[in-house]
């Protein structure tokens, strides 16, 4: 099923949580020189219009990346550089953002499965140091794994469009997890009234680091918040997400 298409919700709180942490983590795992490896088995396009006819027919940037003046940090960086080279409204989607941050020495391995996000990742991301795979991103990121350079950071973000994915996410980073021990994995999951997050929390029987914000989105109608799991998180992640959780009040509060 592949009826989810991220461009209505590009720029919400839960992006604004996602993706501010993702460049935080990224921005520490390459303090040092020694190259790293970012995966992503789920890319959506790489780079949104905020005055698309899809965005503004929902409107939920206007609750999360448009509700709020960053101060410095790593994604106002990012911001910064692809607003001076695509406009004011664009807005990047995570493989951009890691393209962004990421170094000569870094390499990435983006999968994504969608036919017309999957041409916008190659007309966005294509280039040196990068792999755009068009393939089911659960397969796609466990065979490449473990990838060259070894050290590295997976990003899981489904759509739940299947009320199984929960599940499947937990086996996956279990299997993932057994193949590629030093991964550093970061998974997203939406947090629902009806508490399908729960399969997954629950279902996960390895040592985490879990952080979860609320926000209002669309009065409370569906997501009300917003939640990452880390896997072998590296150390200073517990300062990154108070950080986080300081630079986005009263947006997102925990
Ligand atoms: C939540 S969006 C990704 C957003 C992106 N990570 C970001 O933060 O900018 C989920 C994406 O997964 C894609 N997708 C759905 N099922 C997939 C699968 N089995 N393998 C790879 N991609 C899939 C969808 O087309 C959609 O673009």
């Given at each position: 099923m592949l009826s989810y298409q991220h461009s209505y919700h590009a720029g919400n709180p839960a992006d604004l949580h996602k993706h501010m942490v993702l460049a935080e983590l990224l921005t520490l795992l390459t303090r040092k020189q020694r190259g790293i490896s970012y995966l992503e088995t789920h890319a959506g396009r790489g780079l949104y219009d905020l005055t698309s006819p899809e965005s503004l027919k929902t409107n939920e940037a206007a609750e999360g990346i448009n509700a709020i003046t960053l101060p410095t940090c790593p994604l106002a960086s990012v911001l910064e550089t692809i607003h001076a080279k695509h406009g004011p409204d664009a807005y990047p989607g995570s493989p951009l953002i890691a393209r962004t941050l990421l170094r000569d020495q870094d390499r990435l391995h983006l999968m994504e499965l969608h036919p017309i996000e999957y041409r916008g990742l190659r007309q966005h991301l294509m280039g040196d140091g990068v792999s755009l795979h068009k393939r089911d991103g659960y397969e796609g990121v466990f065979a490449v794994s473990?990838?060259?350079?070894?050290?590295g950071l997976v990003l899981i973000d489904p759509s739940?469009?299947?009320?199984?994915e929960y599940l499947d996410v937990a086996d996956f980073t279990h299997r993932l997890v057994a193949k590629w021990p030093e991964a550093t994995l970061m998974i997203w999951y939406p947090v629902l009234p009806a508490g399908r997050h729960l399969d997954l929390i629950n279902g996960l029987k390895l040592p985490t680091i879990r952080h979860e914000v609320s926000f209002n989105l669309k009065?409370?109608?569906?997501?009300?918040g917003s939640g990452l799991i880390l896997v072998n998180?590296?150390?200073g992640t517990k300062d990154i997400l108070k950080k986080v959780e300081t630079q986005t009040k009263p947006i997102l509060t925990r």
């Amino acid at each position: 099923m592949l009826s989810y298409q991220h461009s209505y919700h590009a720029g919400n709180p839960a992006d604004l949580h996602k993706h501010m942490v993702l460049a935080e983590l990224l921005t520490l795992l390459t303090r040092k020189q020694r190259g790293i490896s970012y995966l992503e088995t789920h890319a959506g396009r790489g780079l949104y219009d905020l005055t698309s006819p899809e965005s503004l027919k929902t409107n939920e940037a206007a609750e999360g990346i448009n509700a709020i003046t960053l101060p410095t940090c790593p994604l106002a960086s990012v911001l910064e550089t692809i607003h001076a080279k695509h406009g004011p409204d664009a807005y990047p989607g995570s493989p951009l953002i890691a393209r962004t941050l990421l170094r000569d020495q870094d390499r990435l391995h983006l999968m994504e499965l969608h036919p017309i996000e999957y041409r916008g990742l190659r007309q966005h991301l294509m280039g040196d140091g990068v792999s755009l795979h068009k393939r089911d991103g659960y397969e796609g990121v466990f065979a490449v794994s473990p990838p060259t350079p070894r050290k590295g950071l997976v990003l899981i973000d489904p759509s739940y469009e299947i009320k199984s994915e929960y599940l499947d996410v937990a086996d996956f980073t279990h299997r993932l997890v057994a193949k590629w021990p030093e991964a550093t994995l970061m998974i997203w999951y939406p947090v629902l009234p009806a508490g399908r997050h729960l399969d997954l929390i629950n279902g996960l029987k390895l040592p985490t680091i879990r952080h979860e914000v609320s926000f209002n989105l669309k009065n409370g109608e569906g997501m009300t918040g917003s939640g990452l799991i880390l896997v072998n998180a590296p150390y200073g992640t517990k300062d990154i997400l108070k950080k986080v959780e300081t630079q986005t009040k009263p947006i997102l509060t925990r």
